[in-house]
């Protein structure tokens, strides 16, 4: 089993960057894709950034070119770096942790952009 936890998260204004950070515990050699996911109020969680054991990273389309999702050495965390922050990036994120056959969520963390 893996536990996470999220941090980072806070109140900035459009333009702006924030830098969240995911810390990993438990069955890290299960582990094989991290990833974020957020929630805005209202709607359905929606995948944000993924991360392979390889090095691959991936993005959701609204997010290519702003976010940069990164890990450190020993997948102890996961980062997600956020530059030009727009208001419809205000959500609840989730880091996510894919292993052998199950997912491991965090808390989340909330992040508002607002004037």
């Known amino acids: 089993q893996v536990q996470l936890v999220e941090s980072g998260g806070g109140l900035v204004q459009p333009g702006e960057s924030l830098k969240l950070s995911c810390a990993a515990s438990?069955?890290?050699?299960?582990?094989?894709?991290m990833a974020w996911h957020r929630q805005a109020p209202g709607q359905e969680r929606e995948f944000v950034a993924g991360?392979?054991?390889?090095?691959?990273?991936e993005y959701a389309d609204s997010v290519k070119g702003r976010f940069t999702i990164s890990t450190d050495s020993t997948w102890n965390t996961v980062y997600l770096q956020m530059s030009s922050l727009k208001p419809g990036d205000t959500a609840v994120y989730f880091c996510?942790?894919?292993?052998?056959?199950?997912?491991?969520w965090g808390q989340g963390t909330q992040v508002t952009v607002s004037p």
């Open positions: 996510a942790a894919f292993g052998n056959g199950a997912t491991s």
């Open positions: 438990g069955r890290l050699f299960t582990i094989y894709y």
């Open positions: 991360v392979r054991r390889s090095g691959a990273t």
